[in-house]
């Protein structure tokens, strides 16, 4: 916990960057399942909207919504790519 209020004082997090900080760690600890669903809702593992149980996470439902739109749209993205490789240009620096 000391660790956020250290990130949140140096890069100004405002409470809801803090909640969704707070979510997306409990998502990725090891926790288990049962401690998961105690935490962010029996439907956690949705993608999307469906996933987010505002009342445990506080996180707005449109900061969920923009964050997995933002997703999908890179996964295509990088489809996109895989598929067209001779569109794909890369671009190296040498020092």
Do not use: T
């Not at 439902?61 to 749209?73: G, M, P, Q, S």
């Amino acid at each position: 916990m000391e660790e956020y209020s250290i990130a949140a004082q140096i890069w100004k997090l405002s409470s809801i960057d803090m909640c969704e900080l707070a979510r997306n760690s409990v998502l990725m600890s090891g926790h288990s399942d049962q401690v998961k669903k105690a935490w962010l809702g029996q439907q956690y593992k949705e993608p999307g909207l469906s996933g987010n149980n505002i009342c445990r996470s506080n996180v707005p439902n449109i900061r969920i919504a923009y964050r997995y739109e933002v997703l999908c749209e890179e996964l295509q993205l990088i489809k996109l790519a895989h598929h067209n490789r001779q569109g794909v240009i890369f671009f190296f620096c040498f020092i």
